[in-house]
C-alpha cells in the first residue's frame, strides 16, 4: 500500500486530478490511524472508512475525525461517559451533514473529557488520549484526541472539535497544531451533546490555518433547526495567501495574560509577538482588568447550564440504564453514581448549588453581570486594535502525573487565558509559535472576524 503523507492542499489536488486511489487511501489511513491509536489511545470509535467514503467535491476524501459529543448518524457517541454507551444516534449534527455534502470520509470519534469537563482530556469514562509529542504529557483538554490524532497522523486529516471554555485552544497548544474556536452560533450546535448551551462552540483542528479555515466556511452558516444560530458564511480560506505581511495590524497585548506564566511559555510567545511586528505589525501593552473574575464567572455560569443539560441521562430514555427497583430517587441517584465521574458529579453539584432559591441571585446573577462586563471590555479594545494577542495556555503539556497532584481550583484556573474569549463568544485561534512546538500563540479577535484571524494567522505562519 502506498502511504499518503501529504497536506490537505496537496490531497485536494491530487483527487481533483484522479491521481488518488480511494480504496488503497482508505486500506492505508485505516492501518495507520489503528497502529496510532494502540499507542496514543485517541479515538474511541473507529470507523470502516470504506463505507464512510463521500468523494464528490469539493473535498473529496478528505478524512475528518468527529469528538466524541458531535453526533454521527450510526456511529456510538458517548460525549466520553459511560452514562451514554449504547446510544447510537440515527441522524447527523448539522456540521457532519454538511461535510459529508461536500465530500469527506469519516474517520471516527475521538476521545475528550466526560462532556467536555476537564482541561486535560484525564476526565474520562474510557481511555485517556496520550501527547503524541510526548506520550507520558496530556493532549489538553477536552477535544485532547483531537488534536492528538491531528498531530501523530502525517495523512491528510482535519478534525472536528468543539468548545466551552477552551477546550479546542488548550489541545491545539499542547499538541502544536491550530485550533479555531468561531463566533458563538456561527456554527449550528444541532448535534451536540451539550454540556453549556449559552457557551458551546463547534470549530475545527488541523496542521495549518488553511485546513482550519477551509472547512469552517463549510460547517458554518445559519441552520433552522438551531435558534442561536447565526446567518454569517464565508470562504474563510480564500487568498488567504494573497497576504503577505501584516502592515497596519494593531495588537493588543493584555498585562493581565502575562502573569503566572511558565518562563518558557512567557518567552517564546513574546518572541512570536516581535516576529508580528518586524512583519509590520503594531503591538500595545493593555488592561483588561475583569480577566481575574474570569475563571470564577465561567465556573458559575457553565455548571449551572451542566446541571440542567445532565439531569435528563436518568437511565431511562437512552445510553446506561440499571434494574427498575426502589422509587425514582434511588434508581436515578444509582445509575448516575455508577455512569458519571468524580469530576462531573463534582460540576453538577457546583450547578445545582449555584440554581437554587437563595443562591440564584447572590451566584448565578453575579455571574452575568461579571459576563457582559467582559464583553464590553473587550468591544472597547476593538474599537482601537485588530486582535489580542497572549499565550493560549500558562504552561507547556503537563506530564499525567503532575496532572495527579493538583487539586480541582488548581485545575481550573489553568483556563484563566482561553476563558475571557469563550464567555465573550468572541472568535480565537490558537497557533503554535513553532512546529511542532508545545506552545500556542492565542490571537483573538471581535465578533464575526473570523477572516481577520485566519490572514494574520497565516502569515504568522510563514514568518515564525
Given at each position: 500500500m502506498t502511504k499518503y503523507t501529504m497536506s490537505v492542499k496537496e490531497f485536494l489536488e491530487e483527487s481533483r486530478k484522479?491521481?488518488?486511489?480511494?480504496?488503497?487511501?482508505?486500506?492505508?489511513?485505516?492501518?495507520?490511524t489503528q497502529k496510532l491509536n494502540k499507542?496514543?489511545?485517541?479515538?474511541?470509535?473507529?470507523?470502516?472508512?470504506?463505507?464512510?467514503?463521500?468523494?464528490?467535491?469539493?473535498?473529496?476524501?478528505?478524512?475528518?475525525?468527529v469528538k466524541d459529543c458531535i453526533c454521527v448518524k450510526g456511529v456510538q457517541s458517548y460525549a466520553g461517559s459511560k452514562?451514554?454507551?449504547?446510544?447510537?444516534?440515527?441522524?447527523?449534527?448539522?456540521?457532519?451533514?454538511?461535510?459529508?455534502?461536500?465530500?469527506?470520509?469519516?474517520?471516527?470519534?475521538?476521545?475528550?473529557?466526560?462532556?467536555g469537563f476537564g482541561t486535560f482530556s484525564t476526565n474520562s469514562g474510557f481511555e485517556v488520549p496520550k501527547n503524541p509529542l510526548d506520550p507520558l504529557r496530556s493532549c489538553g483538554g477536552s477535544s485532547g484526541g483531537a488534536a492528538g490524532l491531528v498531530a501523530a497522523l502525517d495523512y491528510p486529516h482535519v478534525a472536528l472539535a468543539q468548545s466551552t471554555g477552551g477546550s479546542i485552544s488548550a489541545p491545539a497548544a499542547f499538541c502544536g497544531v491550530v485550533g479555531i474556536t468561531p463566533t458563538y452560533g456561527l456554527v449550528s450546535r444541532y448535534g451536540l451533546i451539550d454540556y453549556a448551551n449559552s457557551l458551546d462552540k463547534i470549530g475545527v483542528?488541523?496542521?495549518?490555518?488553511?485546513?482550519?479555515?477551509?472547512i469552517l466556511s463549510i460547517i458554518s452558516g445559519k441552520d433552522e433547526k438551531d435558534q442561536t444560530s447565526i446567518g454569517e458564511k464565508k470562504d474563510y480560506s480564500k487568498d488567504l495567501s494573497s497576504t503577505k505581511d501584516l502592515k497596519g495590524v494593531k495588537i493588543a497585548v493584555p498585562k493581565e495574560y502575562f502573569q503566572n506564566l511558565e518562563e518558557e511559555v512567557e518567552k517564546e510567545v513574546w518572541n512570536a509577538i516581535k516576529k508580528m511586528e518586524s512583519n509590520g505589525a503594531t503591538y500595545e501593552k493593555v488592561s483588561l482588568k475583569n480577566t481575574k473574575y474570569g475563571v470564577a464567572a465561567y465556573y458559575i455560569i457553565a455548571t449551572a447550564e451542566a446541571s440542567t443539560n445532565l439531569a435528563k441521562y436518568c437511565g431511562m430514555r437512552y445510553g446506561m440504564h440499571g434494574?427498575?427497583?426502589?422509587?425514582?430517587?434511588e434508581y436515578f441517584s444509582t445509575v448516575r453514581t455508577s455512569g458519571l465521574t468524580e469530576e462531573a458529579k463534582r460540576r453538577i453539584i457546583l450547578g445545582t448549588f449555584t440554581r437554587m432559591a437563595g443562591y440564584r441571585d447572590a451566584y448565578y446573577l453575579k455571574a452575568m453581570k461579571i459576563r457582559t462586563l467582559i464583553i464590553e471590555e473587550h468591544k472597547n479594545i476593538?474599537?482601537?486594535?485588530?486582535?489580542?494577542?497572549?499565550?493560549?495556555?500558562?504552561?507547556?503539556?503537563?506530564?499525567?502525573k503532575e496532572i495527579k497532584k493538583l487539586t480541582p481550583v488548581e485545575n481550573y484556573q489553568m483556563d484563566?487565558?482561553?476563558?475571557?474569549?469563550?464567555?465573550?463568544?468572541m472568535?480565537?485561534?490558537?497557533?503554535?509559535?513553532?512546529?511542532?512546538?508545545p506552545i500556542g500563540l492565542h490571537l483573538t479577535a471581535d465578533h464575526l472576524s473570523e477572516d481577520k484571524l485566519f490572514k494574520i494567522g497565516s502569515v504568522f505562519e510563514k514568518v515564525r
Open positions: 484522479g491521481n488518488i486511489n480511494f480504496l488503497d487511501f482508505a486500506a492505508a489511513l485505516l492501518e495507520e499507542k496514543f489511545q485517541l479515538l474511541r470509535e473507529i470507523c470502516d472508512i470504506r463505507d464512510r467514503l463521500y468523494l464528490n467535491p469539493p473535498l473529496n476524501g478528505l478524512p475528518i475525525s452514562i451514554l454507551e449504547g446510544y447510537i444516534p440515527t441522524f447527523d449534527a448539522t456540521c457532519v451533514d454538511r461535510l459529508k455534502d461536500n465530500g469527506v470520509t469519516i474517520l471516527g470519534k475521538t476521545n475528550q473529557d466526560e462532556f483542528i488541523g496542521k495549518s490555518v488553511h485546513d482550519v479555515a477551509l434494574k427498575l427497583e426502589g422509587n425514582f430517587n476593538f474599537k482601537k486594535f485588530d486582535v489580542i494577542a497572549s499565550p493560549s495556555m500558562p504552561i507547556q503539556p503537563p506530564k499525567f484563566f487565558l482561553t476563558i475571557p474569549a469563550n464567555l465573550a463568544g472568535p480565537h485561534l490558537s497557533v503554535p509559535v513553532a512546529k511542532k512546538t
